[in-house]
Antibody, heavy 118, light 112 residues
Framework: EVQLQQSGAELGKPGTSVKLSCKVS????????MHWVNQRPGKGLEWIGRIDPANGNTIYAEKFKSKATLTADTSSNTAYMQLSQLKSDDTAIYFC???????????WGQGTLVTVSS | DIVMTQGALPNPVPSGESASITCQSS???????????LNWYLQRPGQSPQLLIY???TRASGVSDRFSGSGSGTDFTLKISSVEAEDVGVYYC?????????FGSGTKLEIK
């Protein structure tokens, strides 16, 4: 059974960075792309970007190019997203999601709440 | 970027009635391979989204046959026949034709 386990809630001060993790079990992340999606309070889903863990290639939504950095560690089967220069507007739930056998998000993590507050 | 526009539902929907959710894309999602790169997800309250439909009309594994997807290259419909309490949540369409991937703004379903 494929499972995505995300790291716990984060409280970050404005101007600092946080690094979220998404550990995958039941599937080798080298064989897929790992995506990240956010959801601001009471709002909809917004795609941030994706990484190909096999080679580290990334694609970002334009608005997240200077905000998010995606990495992956194939030895631990874990994907990471670092959010830098935190602002109150970055307060959101961040989901990792994985494609499996097609062009859709077959599996999702449980989400990590990031709260930005001084 | 491809803009996805979703319609609203006349909430609440009486239990047992059908509900149709519309989604429109600013660009055709029909690929030259004949597949339409449109997905539907349901996000129940307090949960992560879950896949319902892919390739515009193919139900994901384990999804009730009360859910069906249809459409053309730019206009899509998710139909829920005989809505039940467990169908409550927000439904999102998503295009996977090109980057950046984009979602519709979501359609909330409430049951009476």
């Amino acid at each position: 059974e494929v499972q995505l386990q995300q790291s716990g809630a984060e409280l970050g001060k404005p101007g600092t960075s946080v690094k979220l993790s998404c550990k995958v079990s039941g599937y080798n992340i080298r064989s897929t792309y790992m995506h990240w999606v956010n959801q601001r309070p009471g709002k909809g889903l917004e795609w941030i970007g994706r990484i190909d863990p096999a080679n580290g290639n990334t694609i970002y939504a334009e608005k997240f190019k200077s905000k998010a950095t995606l990495t992956a560690d194939t030895s631990s089967n874990t994907a990471y997203m670092q959010l830098s220069q935190l602002k109150s507007d970055d307060t959101a739930i961040y989901f990792c999601a994985m494609i499996y056998d097609g062009y859709w998000f077959a599996y999702w993590g449980q989400g990590t709440l990031v709260t930005v507050s001084s | 970027d491809i803009v996805m526009t979703q319609g609203a539902l006349p909430n609440p929907v009486p239990s047992g009635e059908s509900a149709s959710i519309t989604c429109q894309s600013s660009k055709s999602l029909l690929h030259s391979n004949g597949k339409t790169y449109l997905n539907w997800y349901l996000q129940r309250p307090g949960q992560s989204p879950q896949l319902l439909i892919y390739w515009m009309s193919t139900r994901a594994s384990g999804v009730s046959d009360r859910f069906s997807g249809s459409g053309s290259g730019t206009d899509f419909t998710l139909k829920i026949s005989s809505v039940e309490a467990e169908d409550v949540g927000v439904y999102y369409c998503q295009q996977f034709l090109e980057y950046p991937l984009t979602f519709g703004s979501g359609t909330k379903l409430e049951i009476k």
